[in-house]
């Protein structure tokens, strides 16, 4: 196992995430994992574009590879809670495209 338990990548980048609020993602993604105390094991960092403009804002969860589309503020803290923690990735938001470019 590589540094951190998990890394979360959020869009906040490209055409469309950040007009969508990936900052405001971002941000809430951070805290969540703060308020758990899980600094040490999961990081959170900001990402470039992911090339799936129009689903955002996206969020990526490694090293289990689970995509997410659409993710508010409100519901980044459930793939904290829910993924993070609980080891279930939050269904009705993960995104399963084809592999590439799935711009809409």
């Avoid at 979360?8 to 703060?34: H, P, W």
């Avoid at 992911?50 to 997410?68: R, S």
């Amino acid at each position: 196992m590589g540094q951190y338990k998990h890394h979360i990548f959020v869009c906040n980048m490209g055409k469309t995430c950040s007009r969508e609020g990936g900052d405001q993602v971002y941000k809430e993604l951070k805290q969540a994992v703060k308020d758990a105390g899980l600094k040490g094991s999961c990081r959170v960092n900001q990402a470039g574009c992911m090339n799936q403009c129009g689903h955002g804002p996206m969020v990526v969860v490694y090293p289990a590879d689970v995509w997410y589309a659409g993710v508010t503020p409100r519901n980044a803290r459930r793939i904290v809670i829910e993924h993070i923690m609980g080891g279930q990735p939050v269904g009705i938001l993960r995104h399963r495209a084809p592999p590439g470019d799935n711009k809409k």
